[in-house]
């Protein structure tokens, strides 16, 4: 048996003798032994986790709920977690018209979103640390969903912790995830069945059509299905881009009253036709291109990205009795990606050189944990433990293949279309059948205590994390191993939480995280590195936070500073080395709820200090860290018109969106400009032949501005992503 198996069972029986000795000891004294405890009645309600509670509930207005998985630790008030995080709902996801995960965060103050390296691929900065979308979790389970683009139509929830987490989580396998985690929870059938159908279009003729089915059958509704199924299709508002989507999700659960199972399974195939590409500064640019036309492409036409996935999980939980519980969870994904690309490399007046850069990638990945959660008393003393193991396996095939470096001439102002060039001059492995390049396995177990004190007014949460990250690295065209380590380490975690009022929590938490190196990219400013593919070492980041948190009821939000840092990797000469640390500092504000009657807020400002601190020879000491603005301001309103009779079900929608400047280079010469954007929106709600009706309008960008909207997101490298330009959207819903 594995050592981490080992623990755990050791953990897991260590638990529950201690839970037995504790409820002996806690055991009042006038009640009589063996007397039957009376317990409260319990409304079980479907549960996107299969936990017993159900989720948290959602908080006043809609758009977040109270509370949020805290990995292994389960379900959690925000009142009473040493940890700061949002929990955004399905009514803000539908009301919004999201169409992926990172337009769901895109409402968050300590969010903004980028894109992979050389790809399309979603990527999200919190606390100005990257967290690669194949580093979100589904359920718990890393390394699940879709790895370049998840369709928000999967989502019950998407749920934001900022901070360190290799305790709460696990290391993230894809080695990002340092300032943060992102946790997206599946839908369930409801106790009422639901018949929904949405149809809308969006700017540049994107069609977009959904069905959401859901029923409960047999005794008690205790078992549901529900049905997702999305198709979208057409231009976008970007001159020539196309994009299909087409998905179909079901999800399966069945709970009796100590017996919880769900099961999820789900495609995804995402095309992108003549995707708008980054832009990378040419090496020893002292000025950026000025940001193009919001809506002009500068991709060749003969360009596309294309994904094929699919997935599926399991998982149950079972009471041994009211005060402890076991789980487990499993999970599957088989990818298929294929990219022909042609990023520019652009001079400040706008000229460019591109060259051929074709891409297949496939991906199997298997992930799966088994835990125990307990609670019980010693004397005053309360406790919540909890303990898990974990375990995760990529083995990823891929072969790419690049026409002549020379390139061809561009402008991104008068895109200019040219023949697809031969991608025969530079090539690893062969496209038609690639062969094993990576293999990341990791595996871990945790245990934690959550002690309260004071009537439970204190609340002390220690535990540790023993991680072990495994990984090998081989040649494109022989399949021979090139590099590998295993390398373990304890994550410790401290977090203290204070109820001062029955209003106010005050917090403080220490925390790690350890994330896998990273490995070299194959070129950098179009030249090829001397050590291309090499992986590095994981590395330690550390994690300090404080705060206070405030929840009046109907408003409620999150104050609190941190300082992070970790080791960083950039390219010195043609190589790519780890030769930096990076050191984050900040404050964050976080509002939400409904202060007054029909009108909601969600926003906040994050003011954020990211320096290079140690870099060779000292020579970037001090600048900013590459693609992290200074201020993040994000302004949310939703208004319903009330006192207007004919007006009402009407609902005005309004959010600012403000990014202060970032650089994109090492050295600070290259300064994107401050930006800001502004998005309305309305609904309206009414009934027409007894069927529920939505209509749902939005307008981003109103004012259609043209800007750099981010820099980079993998390590030492300046992309430039141009901001998306004004956008409509329209749907319909109807509830049969």
């Known amino acids: ?87 955004y709902t399905l009514d803000l996801i539908q009301n919004q018209q999201a169409r992926s995960v990172s337009d769901v965060v895109l409402n ?97 003729g994107q069609g977009y059509l959904a069905v959401d089915l859901a029923r409960r059958f047999g005794p008690e509704q205790s078992t549901g299905i529900r049905v997702n199924a999305v198709r979208r299709d057409g231009g976008t508002a970007v001159a020539d881009e196309d994009r299909d989507l087409s998905l179909f999700s079901l999800g399966l659960d069945y709970r009796q009253s100590d017996l919880r199972v769900s099961a999820d399974f789900g495609y995804q195939n995402n095309q992108f036709d003549q995707p708008r590409p980054s832009v990378t500064p040419t090496f020893g640019s002292t000025t950026l291109p000025s940001a193009p036309a919001a809506s002009k492409n500068f991709a060749q036409p003969w360009t596309y990205a294309n994904e094929r996935q699919a997935f599926g999980t399991l998982r149950g939980e079972y009471d041994i009795n009211d005060q402890v519980t076991l789980w487990a969870a499993g999970g599957m994904r088989q990818g298929k990606e294929s990219n022909v690309l042609a990023n520019p490399t652009a001079n400040a007046d706008g000229s ?22 307990a609670k019980a008393r010693t004397g005053s003393v309360g406790h919540s433990l909890s ?125 790690e995280s350890l994330a896998k190196g990273d490995v070299a990219p194959a070129t950098s400013g179009g030249v090829v590195l001397a050590n291309a593919g090499e992986a590095f070492a994981p590395y330690v980041s550390k994690q300090k936070e404080v705060g206070v948190k405030y929840d009046g009821g109907s408003f409620g939000g999150v104050l609190n500073a941190f300082t992070t840092s970790k080791p960083s990797g950039f390219v010195v000469g043609n190589s790519f080395a780890i030769d930096g640390e990076q050191r984050n500092r900040g404050v964050e504000l976080s509002l939400y709820g409904e202060p007054l009657h029909g009108v909601r807020l969600l926003g906040g400002i994050t003011a954020l200090d990211a320096k290079q601190i140690k870099t060779a020879g000292g020579l970037y000491d001090g600048n900013d860290v590459i693609g992290v603005p200074h201020q993040q301001v994000n302004a949310g309103v939703e208004w319903d018109i009330l006192d207007v009779p004919a007006l009402r079900g009407l609902t005005l929608t309004g959010r600012a969106i403000h990014t202060s400047p970032q650089y994109a280079d090492a050295a600070n010469t290259l300064e994107l400009p401050s930006w800001s954007r502004f998005d309305l929106g309305a609904r309206y709600v009414t009934e027409v032949a007894g069927r529920a009706l939505t209509l749902r309008a939005r307008v981003d960008n109103v004012a259609d501005r043209s800007y750099w909207a981010s820099a980079g997101g993998y390590p030492g490298a300046g992309y430039l992503v141009l901001g998306a330009p004004r956008t409509f959207a329209l749907s319909a819903t109807v509830d049969f």
């Open 1 to 87: 048996m594995p050592t981490h198996l080992h623990f755990t069972a050791l953990a897991a029986s260590m638990l529950l003798a201690f839970t037995a000795h504790a409820q002996s000891a806690a055991t009042a004294p006038d009640q009589a032994p063996g007397a039957a405890a009376e317990l409260p009645t319990v409304t079980v309600n479907a549960s996107a986790d299969a936990s017993a509670a159900g989720l948290p509930p959602a908080y006043a207005g809609g758009q977040v709920a109270r509370g949020s998985r805290i990995g292994f630790m389960g379900n959690q008030d925000v009142m009473d977690t040493p940890f700061n995080s949002t929990s």
């Open 108 to 204: 968050d103050p300590s969010v903004r979103t980028a894109r992979g390296y050389g790809n399309f691929q979603e990527l999200y900065v919190i606390r100005g640390f990257p967290v690669y979308s194949d580093d979100m979790a589904y359920n718990g389970l890393y390394g699940v969903l879709p790895r370049q683009y998840v369709a928000a139509e999967l989502l019950e929830r998407v749920e934001v912790l900022r901070g360190a987490n290799t305790f709460i989580n696990g290391a993230s396998p894809g080695g990002s995830g340092i300032g943060g985690a992102i946790n997206l929870l599946p839908k369930r059938a409801p106790n009422e069945a639901l018949t929904q159908v949405t149809a809308g279009v969006e700017s540049g």
């Open 352 to 373: 460019t050189s591109a060259y051929r850069f074709d891409n297949e990638r496939e991906d199997s990945v298997k992930t799966g944990e088994i835990g125990i959660r």
């Open 387 to 511: 303990a898990v193991a974990n375990a995760y396996a990529l083995d990823s095939k891929n072969a790419y293949a690049m026409s002549n470096f020379a390139g061809f001439a561009g402008n991104l102002y008068n895109p200019i279309a040219v023949p697809a060039p031969a991608a025969n001059y530079y090539t690893g492995g062969r496209l038609s059948s690639p062969r094993t390049t990576e293999k990341t396995e990791t595996s871990s177990v945790a245990l934690a205590d959550t002690l309260s004190f004071a009537d439970d007014r204190l609340l002390v949460t220690l535990g540790a994390r023993h991680q072990t990250i495994e990984e090998h690295s081989y040649n494109y065209d022989s399949g021979a191993e090139e590099s590998s380590y295993r390398k373990s380490r304890v994550s410790p975690m401290a977090g203290l939480v204070f109820k001062a009022t029955r209003a106010i929590s005050l917090y403080a938490n220490y925390i």
